[in-house]
């Protein structure tokens, strides 16, 4: 398994042909964890993203990606172009983002050392965001409640569930913290890559997972001890 797509038409992708056809299709590929590196797809996933996000921001990442590839480009180089272009990125510029780094770099900003926290809409102040930034910002968009926070920590958790683009509660109660916030907290850096060793439920380890509970079977990831 190459992908998982988190939607009703979903599921398990086994191979780059299946990957493909996800990445042609805009509510799959918004919905896709997309596991491996996959560098033949990476132009229609620019295309896609131009399709239902910003064209610029597409084609801008697009070109920072070819460099990074042919040696013009550092990862923290990469990683402070996105910091400058982020204020311009809504919500499906930043699920595309992800996705387009992952195929085309297998990595996500989360394993290049920035998180993508999204403050929760279901958790709005009477349907209007609180638009309170998290700690460590490194930027802010301009168009949403989306912010790029430095992602690190001495323990890692891998992130089966948002691709990195993080759900975030700015009224710190503990009932409205997504895990990956609570445990970004708690000083765990979140990863896209690695190995998960077990499914985080109760208990938090170093290299433990949180996932949705179909991909958590399928790949047979017990609860962390």
């Known amino acids: ?93 930043v699920l595309a983002l992800q996705r387009v780094l992952m195929l085309g770099i297998g990595k996500t900003t989360c394993d290049l050392g920035a998180a993508i926290f999204v403050e929760n809409p279901r958790l709005s102040l009477y349907g209007r965001p609180y638009r309170i930034p998290p700690n460590n910002v490194i930027a802010a968009s301009a168009k949403a409640p989306l912010y790029l926070v430095v992602n690190k920590g001495t323990r890692k958790i891998i992130d089966l569930d948002t691709m990195c683009v993080v759900p975030y509660s700015p009224s710190g109660r503990p009932e409205d913290l997504h895990p990956l916030q609570a445990l970004s907290q708690a000083g765990f850096a979140i990863a896209t890559r690695g190995e998960p060793r077990c499914l985080i439920e109760d208990v938090a380890v170093d290299g433990g997972a949180v996932a949705p509970r179909g991909l958590a079977k399928l790949l047979a990831l017990r609860p962390c001890s």
Do not use: C
Request: aromatic share 8%; charged share 30%; proline share 4%.
């Open 1 to 93: 398994m190459i992908a998982y797509v988190d939607h009703p038409d979903g599921g398990p992708v086994a191979d780059k042909e299946g990957l493909g056809k996800v990445v042609e299709e805009p509510r799959l590929f918004l919905s896709a964890l997309v596991f491996s590196e996959a560098p033949e797809l990476l132009e229609k996933a620019v295309n896609t993203w131009a399709r239902v996000g910003d064209q610029r921001l597409a084609e801008a990442i697009y070109v920072y990606i070819l460099q990074l590839q042919r040696g013009l480009l550092d990862e923290r180089h990469l990683l402070l172009r996105i910091a400058e272009l982020f204020a311009d990125m809504d919500y499906v510029d």
